[in-house]
Each structure stands twice: as C-alpha cells, then as structure tokens.
C-alpha cells in the first residue's frame, strides 16, 4: 500500500496533530503493521519455543523479530515521539513518553500464537498528551487489519484495500466480546446485569476489530491490563463512532510510566 506520509514533516510539529496528518501518517503505519505481521508469519511457519518473562507471560522470536521491524520503523516515521513497547518494559527500560507517544505490542496474543490459533496481532497506538488518536490492529493469520483515526474515520484493511467501518448502535440484542484466554465471575456477572444475550468468543485485540466493524455492541475487562494492549483498540473504537472508558466512566489517560504503563479496567461499547 503506498504511502503517502513522509516522516520528516511531522517530527517538529506541536500537539495537537491535526487529522489530517494522522490519515497521511496511518498509511505509513499500516504497510509497517504487515511487514511486521509477515516476520510473524514466518516464525510460525519454521516453528518457536515460548520463553517466560518475569511476569510469567510467555514471549517468543516472534515477538521479537516484530519489534525489530517496529521500532526502528516508527522512530523514522517520527524521530521525536517515544516507542513503548512491550517487550522494552519487560527487559527493563522504562522510558519518559512526552507527549506524544507510539504504544506497540509487537505480538498481542502470544497464547493464541502458540496454540494456533489465528486471533494473535501487532498493535501500534500513537497518543497525545495521554489519549490514543491513531491506532492499528493488524491481525496478520487473518490477512486483515483494523485502523483508525479519532476525528476521521476506521477501516478494515485487506490486501484488496481498505473499507470504511462504523462501530453499531444498540438494539434488541446485546452482544458482548469475550476472553478466550481471560475470562473471571465478576466479567460474567457484569455481562448478566447488562443483559447480554449473546457472547461472542475470541482472543487478543482482535475483539477491539469487531466491536469498531459493528459485529458486537460491548467489550467489558475487569481486570487490568497494559496500556499497549488496549490503546490501539481504543483509538480504532473512538473513530468507528463507539467510546472506551474506565468503569467510573472516565476517558482513559495514557502514559504511567511509573506503573509500567499498566492501564485500568475499561469498558468499550458501540454507539450509544
């Protein structure tokens, strides 16, 4: 896919960057997202052993041959914005964001990744001054992405294309995303008290997709996560029309570095 952002125009600009830059800089994003998407592809095909990390989450060479591609591919597009990414805060390296920020999770998914699954996918956020305003969820088994820009529109992206998406309204039906790898009693007794009437089963931020393409109306997580797990959906549900927020009904802010960028819980829902 071409592109038509060129990374030097960007690097001194002051936030807010206007929407228009940000379309012109995703289509910079989205061919990175497949390339790193392809390195994946690869390592799955020749076969890896998982590794565990600290925190006991497993990481694999796919993760790493990602953000191989990742970071020195977003730190060009451009130089003066900060690259969090997962396994960085793993080893580690706890960088300052600034203002503006990419978040990256080279492999979400691992688990699905390694028991087959096709849900896995690489996820890039760009944030300013603490709210997501780009993102991409390239799910690279599928041969699909979902992008978004807050204030212009998402998409689905295939090898065909693009097409606009648009998160739905509510209707008769409530049906709720699910976590094939994270599921609690207190998710189920939420979904309950909201009256979900169907639930829909699938793994990594690939749930974020859906909800943003209208198949679904609400995405609940009870349980926290990290920051680059979610910012990249967050951006993708906003521009489809939906919202995202923390329990209490706050707009989720970004960038805690001095909790390793854990983020809270959150709720993602359609249009209202």
Same mark, same amino acid.
């Given at each position: 896919?071409?592109?038509?952002?060129?990374?030097?125009?960007?690097?001194?600009?002051?936030?807010?960057?206007?929407?228009? =830059?940000?379309?012109?800089?995703?289509?910079?994003?989205?061919?990175?997202?497949?390339?790193?998407? =392809?390195?994946?592809?690869?390592?799955?095909?020749?076969?890896?052993?998982?590794?565990?990390?600290?925190?006991?989450?497993?990481?694999?060479?796919?993760? +790493?041959?990602?953000?191989?591609?990742?970071?020195?591919?977003?730190?060009?597009?451009?130089?003066?914005?900060?690259?969090?990414?997962?396994?960085?805060?793993?080893?580690?390296?706890?960088?300052?964001?600034?203002?503006?920020?990419?978040?990256?999770?080279?492999?979400?998914?691992?688990?699905?990744?390694?028991?087959?699954?096709?849900?896995?996918?690489?996820?890039?956020?760009?944030?300013?001054?603490?709210?997501?305003?780009?993102?991409?969820? +390239?799910?690279?088994?599928?041969?699909?992405?979902?992008?978004?820009?807050?204030? &212009?529109?998402?998409?689905?992206?295939?090898?065909?294309?693009?097409?606009?998406?648009?998160?739905?309204?509510?209707?008769?039906? &409530?049906?709720?995303?699910?976590?094939?790898? +994270?599921?609690?009693?207190? &998710?189920?007794?939420?979904?309950?008290?909201?009256?979900? &009437?169907?639930?829909?089963?699938?793994?990594?931020?690939?749930?974020?997709?859906?909800?943003?393409?209208?198949?679904?109306?609400?995405?609940?997580?009870?349980?926290?996560?990290?920051?680059?797990?979610?910012?990249?959906?967050?951006?993708?549900?906003?521009?489809?029309?939906?919202?995202? =927020?923390?329990?209490?009904?706050?707009?989720?802010?970004?960038?805690?570095?001095?909790?390793?960028?854990?983020?809270?819980?959150?709720?993602?829902?359609?249009?209202?």
């Amino acid at each position: 896919m071409a592109s038509a952002f060129r990374g030097g125009n960007l690097g001194a600009m002051t936030q807010p960057v206007p929407p228009a =830059t940000l379309a012109a800089l995703l289509d910079a994003v989205i061919p990175l997202a497949w390339a790193a998407g =392809t390195a994946i592809l690869a390592v799955r095909a020749k076969g890896c052993e998982a590794m565990t990390k600290a925190d006991a989450s497993p990481v694999t060479e796919a993760d +790493h041959a990602s953000e191989a591609i990742l970071l020195p591919g977003l730190r060009r597009l451009l130089p003066d914005a900060e690259v969090i990414s997962e396994e960085r805060v793993a080893a580690g390296e706890i960088p300052a964001p600034g203002e503006r920020f990419w978040l990256v999770d080279p492999l979400d998914g691992t688990r699905e990744f390694l028991n087959g699954d096709d849900d896995f996918c690489v996820c890039i956020a760009l944030v300013a001054e603490g709210r997501p305003v780009l993102g991409i969820i +390239h799910a690279p088994a599928r041969g699909q992405s979902w992008a978004g820009v807050v204030g &212009t529109g998402a998409w689905l992206v295939t090898p065909d294309g693009r097409r606009p998406i648009a998160a739905r309204a509510a209707g008769k039906t &409530t049906v709720a995303l699910v976590s094939r790898s +994270h599921r609690d009693p207190d &998710t189920d007794a939420l979904l309950a008290r909201m009256g979900v &009437t169907e639930r829909m089963v699938t793994g990594a931020a690939t749930k974020f997709g859906m909800l943003a393409e209208g198949r679904a109306d609400l995405y609940p997580r009870l349980v926290r996560i990290s920051e680059w797990d979610i910012a990249a959906g967050d951006a993708i549900v906003t521009a489809a029309g939906g919202t995202m =927020t923390d329990m209490d009904g706050q707009p989720i802010r970004y960038g805690n570095a001095a909790e390793r960028f854990r983020a809270s819980t959150f709720l993602a829902r359609g249009r209202s």
